[in-house]
């Protein structure tokens, strides 16, 4: 049984480029109130049956929000129809429904009306929603003097005690602390075995991936996708990752540029002088090297040849450097390093440690990696080539951000090959 339904539904908002802020002022100047309107939502179809937990997920200003905001009927489309079976109850954004001058327990009793409980209801259940949000210690205190954290706190308290068959929350668990965040996902579970019917927004796909049954992906306020949780995040992103291929793309060709431009007339300089040991850093911390080979162009693909910057754990990736010989050397080693954005060394390796003697100058070298077996974080590559001593020509941090994503939970920084055994 469809508990939500969804038919062609848009929402324009009205946009004031240079609203008057008193009355007096709207009226002298009318010509000032000049707006633009902008679709947040444009024809969205859905349907939701009984029980069902289904994740919102898309990029900011997709529209996710507005699409709650509907359900919960606080606004209304501009166009289409929304079918609601059941009592609603809901978590959008913070502090909504609350009086900043009230305390914890009257806005406890005036956010629970809302929600259309009576007095004596709210009286029941006012020592279990003080008990699960832990404010016990500030419950008399006006809600103004509360941290985002626990205003979050309160209000979800209050949404999850209100006996609803609908439970819409937008992505507000995330200002809570780590272990009510877990005891708010506890709750959900315990909520979506009882049948209640959730939908969420989150911006955190293994949250997802773990709590829902459906996934719809809201894409500039269309659906882009929506089904089967596992292949509407992939569908998800593979867009992220074309998106962010592109501005790495950018991103690199700029930084190779900058750092470009410096190097070479330091290095023009130098091999003038003929200063040939003297290694000065280009760009301090980023780039150093003497410049007698210079990369010129790093980039990472995947088996399928295709340039990316977002890799699932245990894909094939293949690194790709191209170089030129400025001078004339003797030995060449190249080598890579991957670092997680907190500066752990990840894994490190060159030519070599790797036993292979480059004995061709091509101005071209690939590695590749077999299995990428990183687990979900965001990583730089360092490239560098210099010579058998270690005297670098080029060497090049960060030249590259790539993230990894991981299709199960596990953690820490690599996944370790291993089997279970039952002895
Ligand atoms: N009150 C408003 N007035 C004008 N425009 C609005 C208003 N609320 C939302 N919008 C616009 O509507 C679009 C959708 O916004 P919405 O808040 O639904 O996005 P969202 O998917 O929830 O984003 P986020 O992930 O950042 O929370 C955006 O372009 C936003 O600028
Ligand atoms: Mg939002």
Redesign the pocket.
Known sequence: MDVIKVKDVW?K???YHDKGSTLKERILFKNRNRYEE????KGIDLDIKKGETVG?I????????????LLTKI?YPNKGEIEIKGKVSSLLELGAGFHPDMTGRENIYMNASIFGLTKEEIDKKLDDIISFSGLEDFIDNPVRTYSSGMYMRLAFSVAINVDADILLI??VLAVGDTSFQKKCIEKMVELKNKGVTIVF?S?DNNMVKRLCDKAIW?KN?NIASQGIVKDVINNYLDHLNTKSNIKCTEDSKNEINSTNNQVISEREVSIEKEEVKDIKPANKNKRWGNKYVEILQVDMFDKDNKSKHIFISGETVRISIKYKVNKKVDDVVFGIGIFRDDEVCCYGTNTFIDNYKIDKLTGRIDVEIDNLNLITGKYYLDVAVHDKFGLPYDYIKKILSFNVETRTEEIGVVRLAHKWHIL
Do not use: F, M, P
């Open positions: 929402k908002y009205k946009i902008r679709w947040a939502l919102l898309g990029e900011n200003g997709s529209g996710k929000s507005t699409l709650l905001k606004i937008d992505e927004v911006h809201l306020g």
